[in-house]
């Protein structure tokens, strides 16, 4: 990994992708929404993150509140595995969250005061520093530091809103970075406790055929938090890449209510196969978790900045893909999505009929039958929710639509006279894997004619001609020197501000981009947002760049 800051803006996100600003269902204008110059904070924003606050404490509130009241009913077995599944999996994100808190708060150099507008930035007083580690240790053992961060986002969304453009970058930076930690812990702790909790509850309840108010108010909590947390991960995700149409709420919702009945459905299968077979259903779980994690090392993703690293994320998406789909590869997802759903219907199916078969005497036919019926009709209505979601609602326009295809046309512009225009016809599948960057035109264009020599009188129409060509073309003006171009290129980047370049290919969606990940490049950036009137840029290596143009990059952050 290796950043520098020249000064000298150079390219606006990476050497050599070029945006296409014709997306299907939208073929005339693109919204971007990057990090520094993203849409503006708005109310509905701010009511996503207070909905995402009850959301969290309804999931936990409920799951002690249970565990309480099986301690009181001499449940002491149940009462206990209810209290892991809480205590643990909050206690591991809990010192997650707090490692990055050190790590972002060692350096005090891009708090809230360099945002202020004065350019300076002074050091906080020692007490202010000791109460601040103080207040964060507290938050953390009484297991709230999600609480702090949802707190924290909303403040940085109001400030982004009130301030003027200098500032007002700065906390839309600080923004982006809370909202993708956010989204990374709660998702995490939702499979690790949400997840694990809601197929307990179930199984408790199939197992002594009685549905106490508390049990079904925990398992639906938890239901909601996992649908709740894969759609919100995706939104924060597609936000933070300006490669990326953002996400509307309605297809926010709507891709909820998607996870919802296909989560559902997949627990209530999982918890009427485990209230008879608790033995097989380990079996079955920790098969089923090979299976995918192996799946998924096959599939060579690239989410993570080392090899071991990606092994353990792709262990962890492995129990995600116990219960639900979630994408970790680019390019169409369409045949291995169809493959995992094929896979998860004939799971189900198989589960289901098991305990049907050899379900307990006290279970009658007609409530079998119901039960049998519900798992089906919430696949159903699953499978439905992903189809409206792809079909009209998927920010890339619908996935079942017709062929399309993108233009990009844009112009660099200098202040002597120097200008050029790229213009690119890309199909879907080249605009997500062509890598071209155009640094000068070519010296000749293809000809058209087989044989001979084109006589005098055509050799216009011949070059008229060819620079109709659908080619990559930079036309530099004619009366402007290879010097004169240097001296005004220059100068019109030194204009534009820091840029900060990265010695890596950048990663295609659905993974993040390594300055979202690697926490030193996001020290760098809030720091240049401080000590510069104009945004810091960020600008990814090529991966058609040779050897020589690699050299370069530096080698430090």
């Known amino acids: 990994m290796a950043a520098k800051s020249d000064g000298a803006a150079v390219s606006v996100e990476d050497d050599n992708t070029p945006r296409s600003l014709s997306e299907p269902g939208n073929p005339a204008t693109r919204p971007r929404c990057s990090a520094a110059g993203g849409k503006p904070y708005t109310l509905l924003d701010c009511c996503w993150v207070l909905c995402a606050l009850l959301v969290f404490f309804s999931d936990g509130a409920t799951d002690l509140w249970l565990a309480a009241d099986y301690y009181l009913r001499g449940d002491y077995w149940w009462f206990g595995l209810t209290l892991v599944f809480v205590v643990v999996p909050s206690a591991v994100v809990q010192v997650l969250s707090f490692r990055w808190f050190v790590y972002d708060y060692s350096d005090l150099s891009c708090g809230d005061g360099a945002a202020s507008g004065s350019g300076t930035v002074g050091a906080p007083r020692r007490c202010c520093i000791v109460c601040m ?13 999600q609480v702090w961060r949802y707190v924290h986002a909303l403040y940085l969304g109001a400030q982004s809103r009130w301030h003027s453009n200098g500032p007002r970058r700065h906390f839309r930076w600080r923004l982006m970075f809370e909202s993708a930690d956010i989204t990374m812990l709660r998702l995490l702790e939702a499979f690790l406790k949400s997840a694990p909790q809601l197929v307990l509850q179930l199984s408790i309840m199939i197992h002594g055929n009685i549905v106490l108010p508390l049990q079904g108010l925990s398992a639906s909590a938890s239901l909601v938090s996992l649908a709740w947390m894969i759609a919100s991960y995706q939104k924060v995700l597609r936000d933070s890449r300006d490669d990326k149409l953002p996400m509307s709420y309605k297809a926010v919702i709507t891709q909820m209510l998607w996870h919802f009945f296909t989560i559902g459905a997949r627990t209530v299968a999982f918890a009427l196969f485990a209230s008879v077979f608790q033995l097989y259903f380990g079996i079955f779980i920790v098969s089923h978790w090979c299976v995918m994690t192996f799946w998924i090392i096959q599939g060579e993703t690239d989410f993570c900045m080392s090899k071991w690293e990606e092994i353990i994320y792709n262990m962890v998406v492995g129990i995600i893909y116990i219960f639900c789909w979630f994408n970790v590869k680019e390019g169409p997802s369409r045949l291995r999505m169809t493959v995992y759903y094929s896979v998860t219907l004939v799971e189900n199916v198989a589960l289901t009929a098991a305990w049907y078969t050899y379900r307990g005497p006290h279970t009658s036919d007609s409530y079998a039958l119901v039960v049998v019926c519900l798992v089906a009709c919430s696949f159903a209505l699953g499978t439905f929710f992903m189809l409206v979601y792809y079909c009209w609602l998927h920010p890339d326009g619908p996935v079942l639509g017709s062929q399309w295809g993108g233009c990009v046309d844009e112009g660099v512009v200098s202040v002597v006279g120097v200008a050029g225009v790229i213009d690119a016809c890309l199909t879907p599948s080249q605009g997500s894997q062509t890598d071209m960057v155009i640094t000068s035109p070519p010296r000749t264009l293809p000809r058209t ?15 008229d001609r060819d620079s109709c060509l659908p080619v990559f073309q930079v036309r530099p003006s004619p009366s402007s020197s290879p010097a004169l171009l240097h001296r005004t290129s220059s100068s019109s980047r030194a204009l534009e501000g820091p840029v900060i370049r990265i010695d890596l290919p950048r990663k295609r969606y659905p993974a993040w981009d390594a300055h979202f990940i690697d926490r030193r490049l996001r020290k760098t950036i809030l720091l240049l947002e401080t000590s510069s009137a104009v945004s810091p840029r960020i600008q990814y290596r090529s991966s058609m760049m040779g050897s020589k143009e690699v050299l370069e990059y530096e080698t430090t952050v």
């Open 449 to 463: 004619k087989d044989t001979g020599e084109p006589v005098p009188g055509e050799r216009d129409k011949d070059r």
């Open 133 to 145: 580690w103080v207040f964060q240790t507290v938050l953390h053992v009484l297991q709230l530091g």
